[in-house]
């Protein structure tokens, strides 16, 4: 890993409300930064007062989106993965919430929550590829998830992937 490398952690959120399972993923506010605008996990980097990267998760998805830390069951965690933009280390945490949340999101961090099915999630449909132009100079061609009209990609959308496979390995 390069120096001076930042951790952080994110918390994929699971729920049933009766018609199904979700979690949520959250909208960056515009702004200038590497994250603009990009469909996320809630969660951020971790500070100096995180004993580790799941208290980080749970901080974070608190202050962003208004869920009690400790309401909150951590089942587990998925593979940490690398952003070499940024310079992070995202530590993705996997938790339950026993009953359906009422977010609260930070207008500063959060401008939608999108309350993602599992079983969509799961359906082909919503597995796309594109040629995404990052600035004038860079243009990638990716991976992404067209989730309610939203474009997930990046570490966001590698994430989901491990994800679904981790959820399919546990079916098989």
């Known amino acids: 890993m390069p120096v001076g490398i930042r951790n ?22 515009e702004y200038p930064g590497f994250h603009s605008g990009q469909m996320a996990f809630p969660g951020g980097k971790m500070e100096k007062t995180d004993e580790n990267v799941i208290q980080t998760a749970l901080r974070e998805t608190e202050e962003e989106v208004g869920i ?28 339950f919430l026993e009953h359906p949340p009422e977010f609260v999101p930070d207008p500063k961090e959060v401008s939608r929550i999108v309350p993602t099915n599992l079983n969509q999630l799961l359906s082909a449909e919503i597995h796309k590829e594109t040629v995404l132009e990052i600035n004038e100079s860079i243009s990638l061609h990716t991976p992404y998830f067209e989730i309610d009209g939203e474009v997930v990609w990046g570490a966001t959308a590698m994430i989901l992937s491990e994800l679904i496979h981790v959820l399919e390995q546990a079916d098989s």
């Open 8 to 29: 952080s952690g994110v918390l994929i959120l699971f729920y049933t409300d009766g018609k199904g399972s979700f979690f949520p993923l959250i909208k960056r506010p």
């Open 68 to 95: 009690d830390k400790h309401e909150v069951r951590v089942i587990g965690k998925l593979s940490d993965l690398y952003i070499p933009t940024s310079n992070f280390l995202v530590s993705p945490v996997v938790g």
